[in-house]
């Protein structure tokens, strides 16, 4: 099943854009397809941003629904930012590919935001914790040092 998956993830890589450090922004060049990364942390789960409540972290551009969001965001922008640039952490576990997530199928550690491709065919969220989170972290981590040390033109 998996030499099924990495053909298909890696077609499906091709769908979203990037910065030069190569994190997955939405056509507006906005992260997270929008969502505001304060919003997974809380009991509701997440919610879109809005365009006129935005931040930059390290050139990447985050919506939040409330300015008290962005301020949250602002103290501590390495606590919400998502891991892997935005990416689906199974593919870059699995292959190393930038693939594109579905922003509500996440899992939130205490080591982060991780975020995966769901379609009706496909659960990577569901595949990573049947694995192993901590196994396929490792390998997504190594990955991820991989992507950010090539040269941007080559991210992808």
């Known amino acids: 099943m998996l030499r099924f998956l990495a053909p298909l993830l890696l077609l499906l890589a091709g769908c979203a854009s990037t910065n030069e450090a190569g994190h997955n ?6 992260a997270l397809e929008g969502y505001d990364p ?5 009991q ?7 365009p006129q409540y935005w931040a930059e972290n ?9 300015v008290d969001s962005r ?14 640039g935005g990416w689906c952490a199974w593919a870059m576990a699995d292959s190393g590919a930038q693939v594109e997530v579905d922003p509500e199928c996440y899992l939130l550690t205490h080591e982060g935001l991780f975020l995966f491709y769901r379609s009706s065919l496909i659960d990577t969220r569901e595949r990573w914790i049947k694995a192993g989170h901590d196994e396929r972290k490792l390998v997504a981590d190594d990955s991820w040092t991989d992507i950010r040390a090539r040269p941007a033109s080559a991210a992808r």
Do not use: A, I, M
């Not at 922004?25 to 906005?30: A, D, E, R, T, Y």
């Not at 304060?38 to 809380?42: G, Q």
């Not at 509701?44 to 809005?50: F, N, Q, T, V």
């Not at 301020?71 to 892997?84: A, G, H, N």
């Open 58 to 66: 390290e050139g990447v551009r985050y919506w939040f629904v409330s």
């Open 44 to 50: 509701e789960g997440p919610r879109e941003g809005l």
């Open 71 to 84: 301020t949250r965001f602002l103290q501590s922008p390495d606590y919400y930012v998502p891991r892997y």
């Open 25 to 30: 922004l939405n056509k507006h060049g906005v």
């Open 38 to 42: 304060v919003t997974y942390h809380s």
